[in-house]
């Protein structure tokens, strides 16, 4: 098969630091092509140079055997290159149709035009998004949806998908897979870095694996089997310390009510809905996108404000509370680690050190006193110890960071906080096997300790492996609780479908 991308002895550095080395990769026309690794290991890094982002510190890169060195991204997609990154870049203030359709307006332009088109553009691809809606007021998953719409829209003849499926439900899901499968069917090649490794073995025809910026292993997916790509990633086999057996393990004891919510509605997402989180337990939050359980999880962390009228109670401790703004929550020490970190997260042209000691300051500091660096940095030692943050330079701007380094940046400025309630909204989104084992031993040490813990994920193993009890949501309402010691695969979907 003809490549139609092709690595020579890439190499690409930051400050004298290489985000990889001697890379040879190459991407065949008309295949699926995934790239894995760790966090850190250098394929974001690696196709941002394709996508015009980056260019080379050493070596060649050819396309349709042609040496390129794309100026820009928007050089790149002259070319016929596209890549939805793993964060979204999409203007919060403008209309999905707007988006999609930014830089290719015509010189006289019919909104209703531009919404029609963009409707159908989103229906072809079995998306379901209103075009006319901002995408200020859309989830992470639908927005995912908009960016992946948008490359297909551009007519791109290579696609890089960066975490594409992370924000998607299943059935989401199984729409992406087709679209890929029309993709490469129409002659388009793809080069698709995910976590999931199930997912590569299952719709890449290749396979090559990153490792601390070199390439250690290309071969057809068909050789390939999960524990050879973990092996191939960390240098090590994981087993099964990521997602154990469900029905072996017994739930920690109840213990003190920490949090209830009582019959609390915010609009249509949220309607009189009923939960208590525990002290000492992880409490597992599950269901489709859409279900409300960040919306549930928001207002108890005063993100959002339930209905002034008949919007029910929130308790912490026994005493009703209406927090105004976070602050307050943080204070009565809830912590909320979100889902979007590139949005309200982090502040990403700021260091390491500088994020995670903001989230000691937002509990409360005196506001005569002076703040030195040496200070934030001794404070913040101790979690990038913990957490294992990795940076490519001691004083590296969090933008600098992969995106699973970025998570355990938000997760420690949260921790820094010595939380009683924690509450972990898609903790270990975009992030690679290791880095989840780690993320999850954390969490159930929070909860061995005492801490009440909550855990929202898309991702059903992922909720059956930490948890010890189940609230699963459907259409703002909890519809199913059950502990981890009965629960089963099948019972939790079909609660949040059925």
Same mark, same amino acid.
């Given at each position: 098969?003809?490549?139609?991308?092709?690595? @020579?002895?890439?190499?690409?550095?930051?400050? @004298?630091?290489?985000?990889?080395?001697?890379?040879?990769?190459?991407?065949?026309?008309?295949?699926?092509?995934?790239?894995?690794?760790?966090?850190?290991?250098?394929?974001?890094?690696?196709?941002?140079?394709?996508?015009?982002?980056?260019?080379?510190?050493?070596?060649?890169?050819?396309?349709?055997?042609?040496?390129?060195?794309?100026?820009?991204?928007?050089?790149?997609?002259?070319?016929?290159?596209?890549?939805?990154?793993?964060?979204?870049?999409?203007?919060?203030?403008?209309?999905?149709?707007?988006?999609?359709?930014?830089?290719?307006?015509?010189?006289?332009?019919?909104?209703?035009?531009?919404?029609?088109?963009?409707?159908?553009?989103?229906?072809?691809?079995?998306?379901? %998004?209103?075009?006319?809606?901002?995408?200020?007021?859309?989830?992470?998953?639908?927005?995912?949806?908009?960016?992946?719409?948008?490359?297909?829209?551009? @007519?791109?003849?290579?696609?890089?998908?960066?975490?594409?499926?992370?924000?998607?439900?299943?059935?989401?899901?199984?729409?992406?897979?087709?679209?890929?499968?029309?993709?490469?069917?129409?002659?388009?090649?793809?080069? &698709?870095?995910?976590?999931?490794?199930?997912?590569?073995?299952?719709?890449?025809?290749?396979?090559?694996?990153?490792?601390?910026?070199?390439?250690?292993?290309?071969?057809?997916?068909?050789?390939?089997?999960?524990?050879?790509?973990?092996?191939?990633?960390?240098?090590?086999?994981?087993?099964?310390?990521?997602?154990?057996?469900?029905?072996?393990?017994?739930?920690?004891?109840?213990?003190?009510?920490?949090?209830?919510?009582?019959?609390?509605?915010?609009?249509?997402?949220?309607?009189?809905?009923?939960?208590?989180?525990?002290?000492?337990?992880?409490?597992?939050?599950?269901?489709?996108?859409?279900?409300?359980?960040?919306?549930?999880?928001?207002?108890?962390?005063?993100?959002?404000?339930?209905?002034? &009228?008949?919007?029910?109670?929130?308790?912490?401790?026994?005493?009703?509370?209406?927090?105004? %703004?976070?602050?307050?929550?943080?204070?009565?020490?809830?912590?909320?680690?979100?889902?979007?970190?590139?949005?309200?997260?982090?502040?990403?042209?700021?260091?390491?050190?500088?994020?995670?000691?903001?989230?000691?300051?937002?509990?409360?500091?005196?506001?005569?006193?002076?703040?030195?660096?040496?200070?934030?940095?001794?404070?913040?030692?101790?979690?990038?110890?913990?957490?294992?943050?990795?940076?490519?330079?001691?004083?590296?701007?969090?933008?600098?960071?992969?995106?699973?380094?970025?998570?355990?940046?938000?997760?420690?400025?949260?921790?820094?906080?010595?939380?009683?309630?924690?509450?972990?909204?898609?903790?270990?989104?975009?992030?690679?096997?290791?880095?989840?084992?780690?993320?999850?031993?954390?969490?159930?040490?929070?909860?061995?300790?005492?801490?009440?813990?909550?855990?929202?994920?898309?991702?059903?193993?992922?909720?059956?492996?930490?948890?010890?009890?189940?609230?699963?949501?459907?259409?703002?309402?909890?519809?199913?609780?059950?502990?981890?010691?009965?629960?089963?695969?099948?019972?939790?979907?079909?609660?949040?479908?059925?």
């Amino acid at each position: 098969m003809t490549n139609i991308v092709e690595f @020579r002895n890439a190499t690409k550095s930051f400050r @004298r630091v290489a985000a990889f080395r001697n890379v040879d990769f190459t991407l065949r026309k008309g295949e699926v092509h995934a790239l894995l690794g760790e966090n850190g290991a250098g394929k974001s890094t690696l196709t941002k140079v394709l996508a015009g982002l980056y260019p080379l510190t050493s070596g060649e890169m050819l396309v349709e055997g042609v040496e390129r060195k794309f100026a820009s991204p928007a050089d790149a997609l002259g070319y016929g290159v596209a890549m939805v990154f793993q964060e979204t870049n999409l203007i919060p203030s403008m209309t999905v149709a707007q988006n999609l359709f930014l830089g290719e307006e015509s010189f006289f332009n019919r909104l209703r035009g531009v919404n029609i088109r963009a409707q159908q553009q989103l229906q072809r691809l079995s998306f379901h %998004v209103e075009p006319t809606a901002l995408v200020s007021s859309l989830g992470a998953a639908k927005k995912q949806m908009v960016e992946i719409a948008r490359a297909v829209q551009r @007519r791109a003849r290579i696609f890089i998908f960066d975490e594409p499926t992370a924000t998607l439900t299943p059935e989401e899901k199984q729409h992406f897979f087709a679209l890929v499968e029309q993709l490469k069917a129409s002659g388009g090649s793809i080069i &698709f870095i995910s976590h999931a490794l199930e997912e590569a073995l299952a719709i890449a025809d290749r396979i090559s694996v990153l490792r601390d910026g070199e390439l250690v292993v290309t071969d057809d997916t068909k050789n390939f089997s999960r524990d050879r790509i973990i092996q191939a990633m960390v240098g090590r086999q994981l087993k099964d310390e990521l997602y154990g057996t469900t029905g072996t393990r017994k739930a920690r004891p109840i213990g003190r009510k920490v949090l209830a919510l009582e019959n609390v509605s915010m609009g249509k997402v949220v309607r009189s809905t009923t939960l208590s989180i525990f002290s000492g337990q992880v409490t597992g939050m599950f269901g489709l996108v859409g279900a409300g359980r960040t919306e549930m999880m928001k207002i108890a962390a005063g993100v959002l404000k339930r209905d002034f &009228f008949h919007g029910g109670r929130v308790k912490l401790n026994g005493e009703s509370v209406r927090f105004k %703004v976070p602050r307050n929550a943080v204070n009565r020490q809830i912590a909320y680690v979100t889902e979007d970190r590139k949005l309200d997260g982090l502040f990403d042209t700021m260091g390491i050190a500088q994020n995670i000691f903001l989230g000691k300051l937002s509990k409360g500091a005196n506001p005569l006193s002076v703040i030195g660096m040496a200070q934030a940095r001794h404070a913040s030692a101790e979690w990038i110890e913990k957490l294992n943050i990795r940076a490519i330079r001691q004083n590296a701007k969090v933008v600098e960071l992969s995106g699973g380094n970025q998570q355990k940046v938000v997760i420690a400025k949260s921790l820094i906080q010595s939380p009683g309630l924690v509450i972990f909204d898609e903790p270990t989104r975009g992030v690679d096997v290791g880095a989840i084992a780690e993320i999850h031993t954390m969490i159930q040490r929070l909860a061995d300790a005492g801490a009440a813990v909550v855990v929202i994920s898309s991702y059903l193993p992922e909720i059956l492996a930490i948890s010890d009890r189940i609230l699963v949501a459907k259409q703002g309402r909890i519809v199913e609780e059950m502990s981890i010691e009965w629960a089963r695969e099948e019972k939790s979907m079909y609660a949040a479908v059925h």
